[in-house]
C-alpha cells in the first residue's frame, strides 16, 4: 500500500528555508539602510552619554559623602599594584643576598679551618724545633765538661737567663738519665 498523504517533513524543511531566505534578505536590507545604522549610532552615544553622566554623578555623590570613587579605586590598585612588584623584586634580592652570605660563611668556615690547621702544624713545627735544639743544647752542655778541664780559680759561665736556661738544665738532666 502506498501512502498517499502529505509528506509533513518535507514541507516543514521547506517552510524552514523560505523564512531563513526572508529573514536573510529582510536583515541584509536593514543592516544595509543608513536610517537604521544613524539611528543605532545615536542610541549607543546616547546610551554611553547617559552612562557617563550617571558615572559622574555617582562620582559626585561618593565625594560628597567622603568616599572614595571609581577613580581613587583604579588609583590605589595600580599604586597596590606597584607596590607588590616592588615587594616581590626585594623579595628576590633578600633571597639572592642570603644565598651570598650563605657561600660568605661557608667560605669562612673553610678559612678559619685552614687557618686553625696551619697554625696547628706551626705550633707543632715550633715545638719539634725546641725539642731539636734541647737535644742540641744538652748535648753541647756534655762536650762542655769533657772538653775543657776545669781549673782552679776558674770563674764559672754567666747563667742563662728565663726559659733557656731551664730548658737547657732539664735537657742536661735528660741526658744524664739517658746515660
Known amino acids: ?30 543592516l544595509e539602510s543608513d536610517d537604521v545604522l544613524r539611528a543605532t549610532g545615536q542610541n549607543l552615544s546616547a546610551m554611553a552619554s547617559a552612562r557617563k553622566s550617571y558615572e559622574e554623578g555617582v562620582d559626585q555623590g561618593l565625594k560628597r559623602l567622603h568616599l572614595p570613587t571609581r577613580q581613587d579605586l583604579i588609583q590605589v590598585t595600580r599604586i597596590a599594584t606597584l607596590l607588590e612588584e616592588r615587594l616581590l623584586q626585594l623579595e628576590d634580592r633578600l633571597l639572592r643576598m642570603d644565598d651570598g652570605v650563605t657561600q660568605l660563611q661557608e667560605h669562612i668556615v673553610v678559612l678559619e679551618r685552614e687557618t686553625v690547621q696551619a697554625r696547628i702544624e706551626a705550633a707543632e713545627a715550633r715545638i719539634e724545633l725546641r725539642e731539636g735544639l734541647a737535644k742540641i743544647t744538652a748535648r753541647l752542655d756534655a762536650l762542655e765538661p769533657a772538653s775543657a778541664p776545669k781549673k782552679r780559680g776558674q770563674r764559672r759561665a754567666p747563667a742563662r737567663s728565663g726559659t733557656k736556661a731551664r730548658s737547657a738544665s732539664k735537657a742536661r738532666a735528660a741526658t744524664a738519665a739517658e746515660e
Open 1 to 30: 500500500m502506498a501512502d498517499t498523504g502529505p509528506d509533513f517533513q518535507r514541507l516543514g524543511d521547506d517552510l524552514y528555508r523560505h523564512w531563513e531566505s526572508a529573514m536573510s534578505t529582510w536583515w541584509d536590507q536593514v
